[in-house]
């Protein structure tokens, strides 16, 4: 629809007696839309001066877009997304100070046993960690630790500064926010490491604008434009919430 995705749902019942005389028990099967609204829509424009970018040879604009998704864009997107999986209510969650590589294994361990319990699938398991985190189980170098690392798919070392239970969207207009971009939600928490089932998320990236206009196409001034924007979503199924789980520093 405009601004939301229909998901569908199916449920029905379970296995039932057969019976030699009365057969089959007939069961019920019910297919269900679930709404889910689009939350991530995100931009900016910047101007650079024609001159400006012509006495530094070319690096004032140049260097703009690539910087500017590399260290603005892509650690928001995952701050946003870790977030908003790490937010969800019915995920599996733990919480505690994870102080050497064993208590990082015995920890991840949990985890994965818990996600068996509730078979989720061992496949498409990705593991997101801090580096601390991961460098502590590294150093232990044992067959235990390797063990539990291979159960992942794959492994993404996530840096702190973007790695938080909850994170607030600066909106760039009002008084103190106009630098935009996001910061640590108040009382938040750093997250240790998210196992996250790939089949659990509904991460859909739906529009995407990544724009460049010169001087001299430009109505309002001599100079270059660069525009960017982003518009999607982040959400976790709702009968797939076992897929997700978070590790909360105490």
């Not at 007939?26 to 679930?34: F, I, Q, S, W």
């Not at 424009?45 to 260097?63: I, R």
């Not at 997101?128 to 460098?135: A, K, M, R």
């Not at 935009?180 to 859909?204: C, E, P, S, T």
Request: proline share 3%; no cysteine.
């Amino acid at each position: 629809n405009t601004n939301e995705i229909v998901v569908p749902k199916l449920s029905m019942d379970g296995l039932a007696d057969y019976s030699r005389n009365d057969g089959y028990v007939k069961g019920d099967v019910e297919l269900t839309m679930e709404t889910v609204k689009f939350n991530y829509d995100r931009g900016r424009k910047f101007s650079v001066d024609a001159m400006d970018n012509e006495e530094t040879a070319g690096l004032a604009f140049g260097k703009l877009s690539s910087e500017f998704i590399r260290t603005r864009v892509v650690p928001e997107m995952d701050a946003f997304r870790f977030a908003k999986y790490a937010g969800t209510d019915g995920i599996s969650k733990a919480t505690g100070t994870l102080a050497d590589g064993n208590a990082v294994l015995a920890a991840l361990v949990a985890a994965q046993s818990k996600m068996d319990d509730d078979e989720v699938p061992t496949e498409n398991r990705y593991l997101y960690i801090t580096p601390t985190h991961y460098n502590a189980v590294q150093a232990v170098d044992t067959t235990k630790s390797k063990e539990v690392l291979a159960g992942f798919t794959k492994i993404e070392k996530v840096p702190q500064s973007r790695f938080y239970s909850g994170i607030e969207l600066k909106d760039g207009t009002t008084s103190g926010e106009e630098a935009g971009g996001f910061a640590k939600a108040d009382g938040a928490a750093d997250l240790n490491f998210m196992i996250l089932h790939k089949d659990a998320l509904l991460q859909y990236p739906k529009h995407t604008v990544n724009k460049i206009i010169t001087p001299e196409a430009n109505q309002e001034s001599d100079g270059y434009l660069f525009f960017y924007r982003a518009y999607g979503l982040a959400e976790v199924y709702e009968n797939k919430r076992a897929g997700v789980y978070a590790h909360i520093k105490g």
